[in-house]
């Protein structure tokens, strides 16, 4: 099974261009989730979602958007991108019930 | 809130060596505890968990961990570490909700660098 994808699997972006990180899960799982790694911080949580139609903001929204226009896709919208969010983007998911979160691959964004 | 402590960025040890990586936690609500494994350069894999029951949990990789309420820890032990076992381990809570999502509260992370 493929699981959890991101696409791009890496980014190099000027700063001030909007871009669109991608997320896809075929594990039909009820909550979605977008967090940022960055050295010495661990990750921390963006935005997520409990459920397809709803979403939810996390310890750093800023600058950061994202819809649940289904079950399998939670895009994260950078609108107009800074160097600060250089940083290597995780997607997870979780089925309703359970308390295990499943990670993406990741999608390393550089922010010039 | 929740807050998650892990006291060491590094660790270096020598293959066939034990190991414990501690981790520390904070929260005014009953949590839920989890370890992952970060590889390089791939995603997060889930070690073990503590959600109720016996405190001693035992996970993937001969990995095992230990809560302890009274300390508010969570410390990952092996008995005898592989070269393989080289990875950045991230401790997390989850605070005890019913009808909201479970968020995770990281910790920033310990790198376990096993060395012949």
């Known amino acids: 099974t493929a699981g959890i994808t991101q696409a791009p699997t890496s980014q190099i972006l000027a700063a001030g261009r909007s871009m669109t990180l991608r997320c896809t899960q075929d594990?039909?799982?009820?909550?979605m989730y977008w967090y940022r790694q960055d050295l010495g911080l661990g990750l921390r949580l963006i935005h997520y979602s409990n459920t397809a139609g709803t979403t939810g903001k996390g310890e750093v929204p800023d600058g950061y958007s994202v819809s649940r226009a289904n079950t399998d896709d939670f895009p994260l919208t950078l609108a107009s991108a800074v160097p600060s969010q250089t940083s290597v983007y995780f997607c997870?998911?979780?089925?309703?019930?359970?308390?295990?979160?499943?990670f993406g691959p990741g999608t390393r964004l550089t922010v010039l | 809130a929740q807050s998650v402590t892990q006291l060491d960025s590094q660790v270096p040890v020598f293959e066939e060596a034990p190991v414990e990586l501690r981790c520390n936690y904070s929260?005014?609500?009953?949590?839920?505890l989890f370890w992952y494994v970060q590889y390089p350069n791939q995603g997060l894999q889930l070690l073990l968990k503590y959600l109720s029951g016996s405190t001693l949990v035992k996970g993937i990789n001969g990995f095992e961990a230990e809560f302890n309420k009274s300390q508010t820890s969570f410390h990952l032990r092996k008995p005898s570490v592989h070269i393989s076992d080289t990875a950045e381990y991230f401790c997390a809570v989850s605070a005890i909700h019913t009808g909201t999502a479970s968020k995770l509260t990281f910790g920033t992370g310990t790198r376990l660098q096993v060395t012949l």
């Open positions: 594990m039909r799982h009820n909550a």
């Open positions: 997870a998911s979780r089925l309703a019930g359970s308390d295990t979160q499943y």
């Open positions: 929260s005014s609500v009953s949590v839920y």
